[in-house]
């Protein structure tokens, strides 16, 4: 992510005494098994990932917040859709990029809120690319895009009808750093250490469109005209435990856990 990336141009790991190897990942889900192997030590992942993580009995600890959901997450249909708003959805494909995840409970708890039943619209699980072709060749009705590919679908002609995070998702926390409870614990140093060095990053980024147009062609190939148009994430290093529990209860109404979980029993002190 931007943060962590920023936090290494500007030398803030260095600074705090932390030499760090930035590895790649091809998502918070599939990440995690190297997390609790031990192979990666401190993850970046969607909150939900984490949480399905926790209620399986796997010893994750939350570390540190990254990003809030603000307008860089946008619901879309094609120009000449019949779909106008969320409550048109009924009957209706969805397109996530995983069926669980955070996106699933955000889309689910709008539809509620406009009094469409989620059991009526068919999600469909697809990757982020591949969302924009699907929508204008008619395999789905609806799609769930984050930048750079809303900017892309934006240019492309297609159709926002409303933000991803809105109504009871407003405002959720979408990802955040993770590490395992034995890490935290034999490594209370580092843990202080890398929070200070988010912290100062995301004070770097928030809101600085110049510094995202630096940073971003670092770690994803982008046209400079979809840079310059990129709607900036908001930034904050805090957990929000209680944003996290409303989002935890969420996933236990849908489905997604089968038991309540307490969000607050997993943040490292």
Do not use: C
């Not at 540190?64 to 708003?85: K, L, P, Q, W, Y």
């Not at 009871?168 to 990802?175: I, L, Q, Y």
């Not at 993770?178 to 990053?201: G, H, K, M, Y």
């Not at 989002?247 to 236990?252: L, T, V």
């Amino acid at each position: 992510t931007s943060t962590i990336i920023q936090s290494e141009e500007a030398g803030y790991l260095e600074e705090a005494g932390i030499s760090a190897e930035l590895v790649e990942t091809e998502g918070g889900a599939a990440a995690i098994p190297s997390l609790i192997s031990g192979d990666i030590d401190i993850l970046y992942s969607n909150y939900t990932s984490i949480l399905l993580a926790a209620e399986q009995g796997l010893p994750v600890a939350l570390l540190a917040g990254n990003d809030i959901a603000t307008d860089d997450h946008g619901i879309f249909v094609s120009e000449d859709s019949d779909i106008d708003e969320l409550s048109d959805l009924g009957g209706k494909s969805f397109a996530v990029n995983n069926l669980q995840n955070i996106g699933t409970v955000a889309i689910y708890s709008q539809l509620e809120e406009v009094g469409v039943d989620p059991d009526d619209v068919d999600l469909v699980e697809m990757p982020n690319p591949d969302m924009a072709p699907a929508l204008t060749n008619g395999n789905v009705d609806a799609i769930w895009q984050v930048e750079p590919f809303q900017t892309i679908s934006e240019q492309s002609g297609l159709r926002r009808i409303g933000d991803m995070f809105d109504g009871p998702a407003a405002d959720m926390p979408v990802g955040g750093w993770v590490t395992t409870q034995e890490f935290a614990e034999n490594n209370p140093e580092v843990i202080d250490a890398f929070r200070q060095a988010l912290s100062q990053a995301g004070d770097d980024l928030q809101g600085n469109h110049e510094l995202h147009l630096e940073l971003v062609p670092s770690y994803t190939e982008i046209d400079e005209a979809v840079a310059q148009d990129l709607a900036l994430p908001n930034y904050d290093s805090e957990l929000q435990t209680d944003a996290l529990q409303t989002g935890a209860d969420m996933m236990h109404e849908y489905g997604i856990i089968a038991e309540p979980l307490e969000v607050s029993e997993l943040v490292v002190e």
